[in-house]
Every structure is written in C-alpha cells, then in structure tokens.
C-alpha cells in the first residue's frame, strides 16, 4: 500500500489490521463490561518496544555509527519472537490484574489473532511468483541491457529520485553492496532520463554499482508494485524468494539478506 511517497509493507498492514481488530472488539463491548483500551495498549507497547530492542541489539554494529537511528522505528526493525514474548507476559499480567475486563480482553485478543492469522493465511495463499521479468533496461551511458541474474543472488530495488523512502534508503545500499561481493545489486530508477540520476547520485555522493534506467516504468507494472521503493530478492536462478515494499535502513537490509541468503 502506498500513501502518497510513502509505503506501508503488508506485514505492517497485517499488523495494523490485527490490532485495529482488537480496539473495535474492546469498543463493542466497552458499554457492558468497561474499557480495555489501556490493557491493549500496554500489550502492544511492551510487544513493540521489545521487539524493537531485540533487533537493535542484534545488529548493533550496524546501527554504532549513528545510535540514534535505533529509535527511528520507521525502517521496521523488530524481532518478532522476542514481541510474542513480550506480549504474552504482559497479556498474563493485564488479565491477572482485573477480573471486570478479563473476559472483554480475552475475547478482542482471540479476535484481533484469528483477524491476524486469516490474513496471513490469505497473503501466503498468493499465487506463486513469477520468475525474474526479462525486460530491457539502459544503463546511465545508454547501453541496453536485460535483468536477469548473471548467476548470483540478485536484488533489484526499483527507485526514483523524487521519492523521499527511496533517498532515505540509498546509503544504506550502498553500504550493503560493498560488504557482499557475492551478492548482485541492480538499481531500475523509474520513469526518469539518465541525466536526472547521474545528477542526484552526484550530488548525494552515492556510488552504486549496476543503476539501470526504465523511462517507462516497465518493470513497476510487470511486478505490479504498490509503490516505491520496491525491493526484489531473487536466487541465482531468477526464483522470486520474497519482496519488501518500503524503505531500508542498513540494520533491515542485513535482516532482509540473513532471511533470504543464509
């Protein structure tokens, strides 16, 4: 889903959805049996905050460099078996604290994860990814080329220069694709001439490798994307292993590359 420049992934829809599912639960049944808008707003927090810290310490060598990027939590960084965690000890203790609400949080809670569940039974239920697009591309200099994987692991990140997500995610790719060699980065700008992008990547002093060019956005309607910036993550084989809608921050990017190349 995109609103505007800026991207919301499904997982974070999905997320959103399962707890919006709560709160209209609790307000359904406010009148009878009293308000559990704190108790599920604890929950949430203590499941967020943790998750959050958790992933901060694991790639905590990613974030030294600027420590104040740990609480800009729009890159998504959580580790969701430490929130589950959370969670449920929080969960434990709200529904031990007050017997009026017990049943009302008990009941939105069992709906808010059936909700959640559903839809992620729903989303897995896709149909299956087609390969990598064959589609022609230019390179800054005007050379033609198709996309495809060369043999390696292949990301495609689909951008655009008047994107503020994208502009917020470059560095870190630059960062991540001097660290692994043996991984293939391609970068399809979207809809711009090469002139525009030599430009930004000039003024930004961002030096990437493989910055291709579709003038007519070919590729963002082969894969149907909701919005930039779009990331892709193939094997060597041009199979689709999974996709991100939204921006990376270095931290992110590292998990997106442990989940897919092991």
Not at 65 to 90: S, W, Y
Request: net charge neutral.
């Amino acid at each position: 889903m995109s609103i505007g420049s800026f991207a919301l992934p499904i997982p974070a829809l999905i997320f959103m959805f399962g707890v919006a599912v709560v709160f209209t639960m609790g307000w359904l049944m406010e009148k009878r049996h009293g308000s559990i808008e704190a108790d599920v707003l604890m929950i949430v927090a203590a499941g967020l905050i943790a998750a959050r810290i958790a992933f901060a310490i694991r790639f905590l060598p990613q974030y030294r460099h600027d420590m104040i990027a740990v609480l800009d939590i729009r890159d998504l960084g959580f580790d969701p078996l430490t929130g589950v965690v959370a969670g449920a000890l929080m969960t434990g203790w709200r529904l031990l604290r007050s017997r009026k609400t017990r049943v009302p949080l008990a009941l939105a809670l069992t709906t808010g994860l059936f909700a959640y569940g559903s839809a992620q039974v729903l989303r897995n239920d896709a149909p299956a990814p087609s390969p990598i697009p064959a589609v022609e591309l230019q390179s800054l200099d005007g050379t033609s080329h198709f996309l495809n994987t060369e043999g390696l692991p292949t990301i495609v990140n689909l951008w655009a220069t008047w994107c503020p997500p994208c502009q917020a995610e470059l560095p870190a790719f630059e960062r991540v694709q001097a660290e692994n060699p043996h991984v293939r980065f391609v970068f399809v700008n979207q809809g711009e001439q090469a002139e525009t992008v030599r430009r930004y990547l000039a003024g930004r002093s961002l030096h990437l490798s493989n910055v291709w060019l579709d003038p007519t956005s070919s590729l963002a309607a082969r894969i149907h994307t909701a919005g930039f910036p779009t990331t892709l993550f193939y094997d060597a084989n041009g199979r689709l292993l999974g996709t991100h809608l939204g921006p990376f921050s270095t931290a992110t990017l590292h998990d997106a590359l442990e989940r897919f190349y092991p």
